[in-house]
């Protein structure tokens, strides 16, 4: 896991609201954007919206090397298993001034989905998402179809984990 600073202490949140913010339901452009900033309550209300039967909030940032490795993972993920209901919502930890690195590291990477980047107070994100959780990066949570929080993955994780954690929910289809 890697951390930074305390001033960046950590990045995310996830959960569900009872409305989604139209930053979270914008189409997705032909290249990847630069993040668009989001609080926890956003992030949380994407996470608890209908129409996914599973779903993967991931926490990452540029300067961390695990989060970039998983990186893949996650997107291959998604390309497997988003017509069969899985949502996957990339947040970045990075600062706003980093944003368009961030932009180029997704582009790279072929992402061509809306994504976020973390805003507002670190410990109240970190927090909404899972009280539990350090702030340290790579972080996953994982949702069922509900909303309800499944699963806490602190670390990198790899393919083949999250595919475990996503199986049973899209097959539950709830």
């Known amino acids: ?13 996830v959960g569900v609201a ?9 189409p997705a452009s032909a290249g990847a954007l630069p993040p668009t900033p989001v609080s926890a309550a956003e992030v949380l209300a994407a996470a608890r919206a209908p129409g996914a039967r599973a779903v993967v909030v991931n926490i990452w940032a540029t300067w961390c090397v695990p989060c970039r490795e998983e990186m893949p993972d996650l ?16 947040v ?3 600062f706003a001034s980093d944003a368009d690195q961030a932009a180029a590291f997704l582009r790279e990477l072929g992402v061509d989905f809306p994504t976020y980047r973390k805003e507002g107070d ?3 994100f970190i927090n909404a998402l899972d009280p539990r959780w350090s702030g340290a990066l790579p972080a996953s949570f994982i949702y ?12 990198k994780s790899s393919y083949e984990k999250l595919e475990t ?3 049973p929910l899209i097959a539950n289809g709830r």
């Open 1 to 13: 896991m890697s951390t930074r600073p305390a001033t960046w202490a950590v990045v995310l949140a």
């Open 18 to 26: 009872a409305a989604v913010s139209p930053a979270l339901t914008a």
């Open 75 to 90: 997107l291959r993920l998604r390309r497997t298993y988003a017509d069969r209901g899985l949502r996957l919502i990339l």
């Open 92 to 94: 970045s930890g990075d």
């Open 122 to 124: 670190d410990m109240q």
């Open 144 to 155: 069922d179809g509900r909303g309800h929080l499944q699963e806490s993955i602190y670390g």
């Open 165 to 167: 954690s996503i199986k």
